[in-house]
């Protein structure tokens, strides 16, 4: 009697020490990492598993936890009606799983929907059928009387992993298939089932409007079967329901209100994908600004767990853009862009066509997103001369730019508290100005720096005989007269780029003037086929119909020239009267004999045209 006593001791305080261990160390939960979407939860399901009380090997309450750890919000457990292989230790009682697990579900906040397997021979194979009330009806001799009792309960039911017993997997629809769609008791069809995917499953459920499942159909413990440590997991469906509630729940399945997310992919409707997307993915730069050489870096951010591959829509080419993005889990990445085209000063929208190949709409169907931003441009800003006063400049705002400018001639950098562009500053020689750009009390993109020469071609109207390269515009027509002098970085988006073609450029200053000198800057850069030009003329005129030749220069390509420079052609001649000043400078055409690019098309850069 005394040991038997001290055994019970001995038991009690083991439960009582198994309480407070598994109060001390609480349970973890994953949560999976797929957004909400406008209007609907998306809500993480497992509607396919097994207890001991059919032929899993867990007891129901370990379902409810492993379901929690896991980060899912949903589970319907559903044990074989036939196949009861531990009945010899457990009585068959179908509603007992749920009944066992149902209070651990509602304390961690899991919805457990009573469920069970129909499990007959191929055809019709195996059916769950959820939110049933009493599975034992459903226990019947053929399995037309077991699918009518689960309808007469209003159950959803579809079809468990159609591709089982079929060669390859490749599934096969039956007339039994025909009569059970037929009669209404085939609401929807698991496309993903533990470890396999039956895309043909997936076109039958678009063209039959079924709603699309995919589950673990898990019979060991959960943590013996998938291996986490590399990102495994089971497959889930995706559930887009207004509330967290059964009845939602219910309703989203009827309406087919799913996706699938079976290892790193999801497959569903676009309505759903598309959100999901826009959800899960965000530019994150704040404001962005195009450089001068028209390029700008965008962060994006992947908030989810899915590893998102992107291939670009190629036959768009406003911008120059990575043709594979891949934008991993929880990431942030730096997207370069170029574009193409001269940019609208201020606002532009800016809208990368892509395809998601892990999202699929359609067995095979990469999601068509565009990645949409705005981004600004700085490139309408320009200095002009105050038309009353002489010396005097201010510095313009592009149209509609929705940004104030502010500035310094000092070299101190500008902040709200300088000069605003309204302000017009006095000018003879050259100088540094530094202008920021704000939005309300937000700074955006980087201060600017402009080399500035006062001359009398600013501002004044300009002809040119040929197209310049829309690659290196300089910013547009005017940029060879806009007093802002490029560096001896060709791509420094300042100069203005003839390829093959000459420059030829008539610039009216307006009412004729007293004109002392004509100097303009070329760049010299061979390495990259940028030569001087062959011949420089310079013509003035008061008429713009006759013009007299005042300056002539020509130019021999230097093979021993390896560095960057600029040329500076000088004309000076004595005070001579003039409205109209024309400058021809003629492309060397093809690269010379000696040099890599032999024969190919050369090209001329030009920036700036100082008239004073
Ligand atoms: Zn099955
Ligand atoms: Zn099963």
């Keep these: 009697m005394k040991s038997t006593k001290q055994n019970f001791i001995l038991i009690g305080l083991t439960i009582l020490f198994f309480n407070v261990f598994q109060t001390t160390f609480p349970q973890e939960r994953t949560e999976v990492h797929i957004p909400d979407i406008p209007g609907f939860y998306t809500l993480k399901a497992d509607l396919h598993m097994h207890t001991v009380f059919s032929d899993g090997s867990v007891w129901p309450t370990v379902r409810v936890e492993e379901a929690w750890r896991d980060g899912l919000d949903i589970i319907a457990i559903t044990d074989h009606l036939e196949y009861q292989p531990h009945k010899d230790d457990l009585p068959t009682n179908h509603n007992r799983s749920y009944e066992l697990a149902l209070p651990l579900a509602k304390s961690m906040g899991i919805i457990l929907i009573k469920g069970a397997e129909i499990t007959r021979n191929m055809p019709p194979g195996h059916f769950n059928a959820i939110f049933l009330d009493n599975i034992d009806l459903l ?81 060991p413990p959960v943590y013996h079967y998938y291996n986490f440590e590399n990102k495994e997991h089971r497959a889930i469906t995706l559930v887009f329901a207004k509330q967290k509630t059964k009845n939602s729940v219910r309703e989203a399945l009827f309406n087919r209100q799913t996706a699938v997310y079976y290892k790193n992919r999801i497959v569903g409707n676009e309505k759903f994908l598309e959100p999901l997307f826009l959800e899960s993915v965000k530019i994150i730069s704040q404001k962005p600004v195009f450089q001068d050489n028209n390029k700008i870096n965008i962060r994006i951010h992947n908030y989810s767990d899915i590893n998102y591959s992107l291939l670009a829509d190629t036959s768009f080419k406003n911008f120059n853009f990575p043709e594979k993005l891949n934008l991993p889990a929880h990431k942030t990445i730096f997207l370069k862009i170029k574009s193409n085209k001269e940019l609208t000063p201020g606002r532009n929208c800016i809208e990368l066509p892509y395809f998601v190949s892990n999202l699929e709409i359609g067995p095979g169907d990469p999601l068509p997103i565009n990645l949409v931003f705005d981004a600004y441009s700085m490139r309408g800003i320009r200095i002009l001369p105050d038309n009353k006063i002489a010396d005097l400049y201010k510095i313009h705002s592009p149209i509609n730019s929705e940004f104030d400018l502010y500035y310094t001639l000092d070299c101190s950098d500008p902040n709200q508290l300088s000069l605003n562009s309204s302000e017009a500053f006095e000018c003879k020689e050259p100088i540094n100005l530094k202008i920021a750009a704000y939005i309300g009390d937000e700074q955006i993109g980087e201060i600017m720096e402009k080399d500035f020469s006062p001359h009398l071609a600013i501002g004044k109207s300009l002809e040119l005989k040929n197209d310049f390269s829309s690659s290196y515009s300089g910013g547009g027509k005017t940029a060879i007269i806009d007093g802002v002098t490029a560096s001896i970085d060709y791509k420094d988006g300042k100069w203005q780029a003839y390829r093959f073609d000459d420059l030829e450029a008539v610039i009216d200053l307006g009412k004729v003037q007293n004109v002392k000198s004509v100097s303009i800057n070329f760049l010299e850069n061979n390495y990259s086929w940028i030569f001087l030009p062959e011949e420089v003329k310079i013509y003035v005129s008061k008429s713009g119909k006759k013009f007299e030749e005042v300056f002539s220069k020509s130019f021999t390509a230097d093979p021993n020239s390896r560095e960057s420079r600029i040329a500076k052609v000088s004309a000076k001649f004595k005070e001579a009267d003039a409205r109209y000043i024309k400058v021809v400078a003629k492309n060397i055409g093809n690269c010379p004999e000696w040099h890599t690019g032999a024969g190919k098309k050369a090209w001329l850069f030009v920036d700036e045209i100082i008239v004073e």
Excluded at 167 to 175: F, K, N, R, V
Excluded at 193 to 210: G, M, Q, T, V
Aim: net charge negative; glycine share 4%.
């Design 139 to 219: 226990d019947t001799e053929t399995w037309e009387e077991a699918f009518l009792a689960a309808s007469e309960q209003n159950a959803f039911i579809f079809w468990n992993h159609p591709g089982w017993l079929q060669t390859d997997e490749i599934p096969i629809w039956y007339d039994e298939h025909s009569e059970i769609f037929k009669k209404g008791w085939m609401n929807g069809i698991e496309i993903a089932n533990e470890f396999s995917y039956y895309p043909l499953a997936y076109r039958w459920a678009i063209d039959s409007n079924l709603t699309i499942l995919g589950n673990s159909d898990i019979h």
